[in-house]
């Protein structure tokens, strides 16, 4: 049971660059996210799925976009890269309905740098 | 607005110590509130606690929940130079929009 894998772990990109950000859980949740982590700021979201076919903005979506064609992926693309979207990304996963549980599993980050 | 605050942003304690850290929120539609523990790379899940006043253990580790005046405190007792890490607070909330929101973490540091 490999529970989130986020892909890459690093990558360095220059202004104006997109790339996508990899994640997949095959845990059947329903409930996936991405966060950013800076220094001082703690976790913050930046999109989240409650299930296929659904994605909502969280609290600095600005400059990013997700989709979530199937339960177990949710890519997270970078359109124009930007030096303030240098941070350290996490995807994380939770809601299983069946137990109701709601804890978040997360993948291992990804260490971005736009210079 | 949703929030999650976290008490205090950093402390520096000796081995041995016993260290209370706080989380407090303002949150609609409150589902659950979980503790992390991040060290160097993914945070790690330490409780999850969905009713007041029922203490979550586990080892030197324990946490309460507080749904009416919405808060939550972490102990660890007996702290020792491996618990040095981001301790992350956050809720879960659940009506429509779901979403887990974090506080900014506190950073312990045990000092030998």
């Known amino acids: 049971n490999a529970g989130v894998t986020q892909t890459p772990k690093f990558q360095v990109l220059k202004t104006g660059q997109s790339m996508t950000l990899q994640c997949a859980q095959d845990?059947?949740?329903?409930?996936m996210s991405w966060y950013r982590q800076d220094p001082g700021m703690g976790l913050r979201l930046i999109h989240y799925s409650v299930g296929a076919g659904i994605t909502d903005q969280g609290e600095v979506p600005n400059g990013y976009n997700v989709s979530r064609s199937t339960t177990e992926d949710f890519p997270l693309r970078l359109l124009s890269a930007a030096p303030s979207q240098t941070s350290v990304y996490f995807c994380a996963s939770s809601l299983d309905r069946k137990v109701m549980n709601t804890e978040a599993f997360f993948g291992q980050g990804t260490r971005l740098t736009v210079v | 607005e949703d929030k999650v605050v976290q008490s205090p942003l950093s402390l520096v304690v000796h081995e041995g110590d016993t260290v209370t850290l706080n989380c407090s929120y303002e949150v609609t539609n409150f589902r659950s509130l979980l503790w992390y523990k991040q060290e160097k790379k993914a945070p790690t899940f330490l409780f999850m606690l969905t009713s007041s006043g029922i203490e979550k253990k586990s080892g030197r580790l324990s946490s309460i929940l507080d749904k009416k005046e919405l808060f939550s405190i972490l102990n660890i007792t007996a702290t020792q130079t491996g618990d040095s890490a981001i301790y992350l607070c956050?809720?879960?909330?659940?009506?429509?929009?779901?979403?887990?929101?974090f506080g900014q973490g506190t950073r312990l540091t045990i000092n030998p």
């Open positions: 845990m059947n949740h329903e409930y």
């Open positions: 956050a809720v879960f909330i659940i009506q429509g929009a779901q979403k887990l929101v």
